[in-house]
């Protein structure tokens, strides 16, 4: 009978410490879940400022402003405009091109 007793000690202590265990290793789960958790809201804050900040600097009028200051841009017209006929050559421009004749004879 005292066998059995200690068999039976033997197996309650041994459950024990694993319930223990299992209980440690729960809460350190539950605590990385937690901090993944909260990452997860600073990530997702820091997306929606960042998709606000990416809204305002892709404004047509300050996309405009920075490549005129900045990159010393300038709106096209026709005095600055040069066509490329398929020969490769440059072709007259139409401010370039001749006028045409008025009152010309039918």
């Known amino acids: 009978m005292t066998r059995l007793n200690i068999v039976l000690l033997l197996a309650l202590l041994a459950s024990s410490l694993y319930l223990v265990k299992t209980s440690y290793e ?3 789960l539950f605590a990385a879940l937690d901090r993944a958790r909260a990452e997860e809201r ?3 804050t820091d997306f929606e400022r960042l ?5 305002a600097q892709a404004t047509p ?7 005129r200051e900045k990159l ?12 490329v006929v398929p020969g490769g050559t440059p072709a007259p421009t139409p401010a370039q091109a001749a006028p045409p ?5 039918q």
Request: hydrophobic residues 35%; proline residues 0%.
């Open 26 to 28: 729960s809460r350190r």
């Open 42 to 44: 600073t990530l997702d």
């Open 51 to 55: 998709q606000v900040d990416k809204r």
């Open 61 to 67: 009028l300050r996309v405009e402003r920075v490549a």
């Open 72 to 83: 010393q841009m300038r709106t096209a017209n026709a005095a600055v405009t040069e066509y």
């Open 101 to 105: 004749q008025q009152g010309a004879s």
